[in-house]
Protein backbone atom coordinates (compact mmCIF):
# COMPACT_ATOMS: atom_id res chain seq x y z
CA UNK A 1 0.00 0.00 0.00
CA UNK A 2 1.08 3.60 -0.59
CA UNK A 3 0.08 6.52 1.80
CA UNK A 4 0.15 10.11 1.90
CA UNK A 5 2.38 11.89 3.70
CA UNK A 6 1.64 12.98 7.40
CA UNK A 7 -1.33 10.86 7.04
CA UNK A 8 -1.87 7.72 9.48
CA UNK A 9 -0.81 4.14 7.88
CA UNK A 10 -2.23 1.20 8.42
CA UNK A 11 -2.79 -2.21 6.72
CA UNK A 12 -3.92 -5.56 6.85
CA UNK A 13 -0.99 -8.05 5.33
CA UNK A 14 -2.11 -11.23 5.11
CA UNK A 15 0.42 -14.02 6.01
CA UNK A 16 -0.62 -18.16 5.12
CA UNK A 17 2.72 -19.37 6.14
CA UNK A 18 4.62 -18.84 9.22
CA UNK A 19 8.16 -19.34 7.92
CA UNK A 20 7.01 -15.90 5.87
CA UNK A 21 9.12 -12.62 5.20
CA UNK A 22 7.20 -9.26 4.94
CA UNK A 23 9.23 -6.79 2.87
CA UNK A 24 8.34 -2.96 3.41
CA UNK A 25 10.32 -0.87 1.29
CA UNK A 26 10.51 3.42 1.59
CA UNK A 27 10.55 5.25 -1.72
CA UNK A 28 10.23 9.38 -1.77
CA UNK A 29 7.39 9.90 -4.75
CA UNK A 30 8.43 11.96 -8.27
CA UNK A 31 5.38 12.05 -9.27
CA UNK A 32 3.71 9.67 -12.15
CA UNK A 33 6.04 9.74 -14.80
CA UNK A 34 9.69 9.66 -13.19
CA UNK A 35 10.74 6.67 -11.07
CA UNK A 36 10.24 7.11 -7.42
CA UNK A 37 13.68 7.36 -5.31
CA UNK A 38 14.44 4.38 -3.26
CA UNK A 39 15.32 5.15 0.18
CA UNK A 40 15.63 1.15 1.54
CA UNK A 41 13.99 -1.35 2.79
CA UNK A 42 13.40 -4.24 5.62
CA UNK A 43 12.58 -7.58 5.84
CA UNK A 44 10.36 -8.55 8.54
CA UNK A 45 10.50 -12.41 9.33
CA UNK A 46 7.34 -13.42 10.71
CA UNK A 47 8.61 -16.55 13.21
CA UNK A 48 10.70 -13.75 15.21
CA UNK A 49 7.72 -11.94 15.75
CA UNK A 50 5.07 -13.12 18.94
CA UNK A 51 1.52 -14.03 18.36
CA UNK A 52 -0.79 -11.30 19.79
CA UNK A 53 1.82 -8.55 20.97
CA UNK A 54 1.73 -5.45 19.84
CA UNK A 55 5.42 -4.04 19.19
CA UNK A 56 6.48 -0.91 17.94
CA UNK A 57 10.31 -1.08 16.25
CA UNK A 58 12.35 0.94 14.65
CA UNK A 59 14.64 -0.58 11.80
CA UNK A 60 17.41 0.25 9.86
CA UNK A 61 16.82 0.79 5.65
CA UNK A 62 19.38 -0.97 4.16
CA UNK A 63 19.36 -0.86 -0.04
CA UNK A 64 20.97 -4.00 -0.54
CA UNK A 65 20.24 -7.45 0.36
CA UNK A 66 23.20 -9.43 -0.40
CA UNK A 67 25.66 -6.61 0.41
CA UNK A 68 26.60 -5.24 3.47
CA UNK A 69 27.09 -1.44 3.27
CA UNK A 70 28.06 0.81 6.73
CA UNK A 71 26.29 4.06 4.49
CA UNK A 72 23.06 5.19 6.34
CA UNK A 73 19.68 5.26 4.53
CA UNK A 74 17.62 6.24 7.41
CA UNK A 75 15.03 4.51 9.38
CA UNK A 76 11.78 3.39 10.01
CA UNK A 77 9.55 2.71 13.02
CA UNK A 78 6.49 0.68 12.41
CA UNK A 79 4.05 -0.90 14.78
CA UNK A 80 3.53 -4.35 14.20
CA UNK A 81 1.32 -7.17 15.72
CA UNK A 82 0.78 -10.55 14.70
CA UNK A 83 -2.78 -12.60 14.92
CA UNK A 84 -3.24 -15.91 13.62
CA UNK A 85 -6.90 -15.84 12.56
CA UNK A 86 -7.20 -19.70 12.48
CA UNK A 87 -4.90 -20.38 15.72
CA UNK A 88 -1.25 -20.83 16.45
CA UNK A 89 -1.76 -24.67 15.91
CA UNK A 90 -3.13 -23.67 11.83
CA UNK A 91 0.01 -21.34 11.54
CA UNK A 92 2.41 -24.38 13.08
CA UNK A 93 1.03 -27.02 10.93
CA UNK A 94 2.01 -24.54 7.90
CA UNK A 95 5.69 -25.69 8.43
CA UNK A 96 4.11 -29.09 7.41
CA UNK A 97 3.31 -30.74 3.94
CA UNK A 98 -0.43 -31.01 3.67
CA UNK A 99 0.31 -34.60 2.18
CA UNK A 100 2.61 -36.93 0.21
CA UNK A 101 2.53 -35.70 -2.67
CA UNK A 102 3.58 -32.16 -1.26
CA UNK A 103 6.91 -33.86 -0.42
CA UNK A 104 8.11 -35.03 -3.73
CA UNK A 105 6.60 -31.49 -5.30
CA UNK A 106 9.08 -29.72 -2.25
CA UNK A 107 11.92 -32.26 -3.25
CA UNK A 108 11.29 -31.97 -7.14
CA UNK A 109 10.69 -28.74 -7.51
CA UNK A 110 11.63 -26.65 -4.41
CA UNK A 111 10.55 -23.33 -6.28
CA UNK A 112 6.92 -23.98 -7.28
CA UNK A 113 5.46 -22.01 -4.22
CA UNK A 114 5.50 -17.98 -6.28
CA UNK A 115 4.09 -15.37 -4.87
CA UNK A 116 2.36 -13.12 -7.98
CA UNK A 117 2.02 -9.50 -7.18
CA UNK A 118 0.03 -7.67 -9.64
CA UNK A 119 2.02 -4.72 -10.87
CA UNK A 120 -0.30 -1.91 -13.33
CA UNK A 121 2.80 -0.45 -14.82
CA UNK A 122 6.59 -0.70 -15.32
CA UNK A 123 6.99 1.85 -12.25
CA UNK A 124 5.39 -0.25 -9.63
CA UNK A 125 7.11 -3.59 -10.64
CA UNK A 126 10.72 -1.54 -10.60
CA UNK A 127 9.16 -0.20 -7.26
CA UNK A 128 8.13 -3.82 -5.82
CA UNK A 129 11.32 -5.17 -7.11
CA UNK A 130 13.61 -2.66 -5.00
CA UNK A 131 11.71 -3.61 -2.13
CA UNK A 132 11.68 -7.76 -2.62
CA UNK A 133 16.21 -7.64 -3.74
CA UNK A 134 16.89 -4.28 -2.95
CA UNK A 135 19.54 -2.17 -5.45
CA UNK A 136 21.38 -5.40 -6.19
CA UNK A 137 18.71 -7.51 -8.27
CA UNK A 138 19.90 -10.56 -9.50
CA UNK A 139 21.32 -11.01 -12.32
CA UNK A 140 22.32 -7.39 -13.07
CA UNK A 141 26.15 -6.79 -12.50
CA UNK A 142 27.29 -3.35 -11.01
CA UNK A 143 30.13 -1.86 -9.26
CA UNK A 144 28.59 -2.37 -5.59
CA UNK A 145 28.46 -6.52 -6.52
CA UNK A 146 32.27 -6.05 -7.20
CA UNK A 147 34.10 -4.31 -4.64
CA UNK A 148 31.81 -6.47 -2.57
CA UNK A 149 33.25 -9.89 -3.97
CA UNK A 150 36.68 -7.86 -4.49
CA UNK A 151 36.36 -7.87 -0.38
CA UNK A 152 35.48 -11.73 0.30
CA UNK A 153 38.47 -12.78 -2.16
CA UNK A 154 40.81 -10.82 -0.35
CA UNK A 155 39.63 -12.09 3.06
Known sequence: PCWLPLSRRACIIPI?????????????????KSRDNFDGRVAIDIPNLQ???LMDITLPLRRYSRVYKRERCGSIRLRL???WTRGERAALLSYFPKNLSD??????FPDNQVTVVSCPDAKSFYNVTLTVY??????????????????????
Open 134 to 155: GEDIPGKSNKIMKEALSEEVKL
Open 51 to 53: PGA
Open 16 to 32: YNAYSQVYVGVFNYNGE
Open 81 to 83: QLE
Open 103 to 108: IKNRID
